[in-house]
């Protein structure tokens, strides 16, 4: 799994010009199953995307592809992780401890 972190580098109007464009990729992501959660940040200085993955070459394509990115008006951190523990509703994402 993956948090994708994104961070404003752009004013507020610009940010807003590109949200539609956002929302449509976010909304793609989502159908192939790929983004789990996401939402802005409070404050209003970026956002945060639940991945499910285990190739971080393929989030970084994936957060190139953002229109936010594109524009050039935020940059990602993209940090992996191994979600061994879940809720229950989540428990289809749970992953072992490598060997």
């Known amino acids: 799994m993956f948090v994708l972190e994104l961070t404003y580098i752009a004013p507020m109007e610009r940010i807003d010009a590109a949200l539609a464009e956002h929302v449509a990729w976010l909304d793609a992501h989502y159908a192939s199953g790929v983004f789990i959660a996401s ?12 991945a499910v993955g285990d190739d971080r070459a393929k989030m970084e394509e994936i957060t190139k592809s ?5 524009a050039g008006v935020c940059e990602y951190t993209i940090t992996k992780f191994i979600a061994t523990k879940t ?5 289809v994402y749970r992953e072992e401890l490598p060997s």
């Open 39 to 50: 939402g802005r940040k409070d404050p209003r200085d970026g956002g945060i995307i639940i």
């Open 66 to 70: 953002d229109p936010f990115t594109v």
């Open 87 to 91: 809720a229950e509703p989540l428990a």
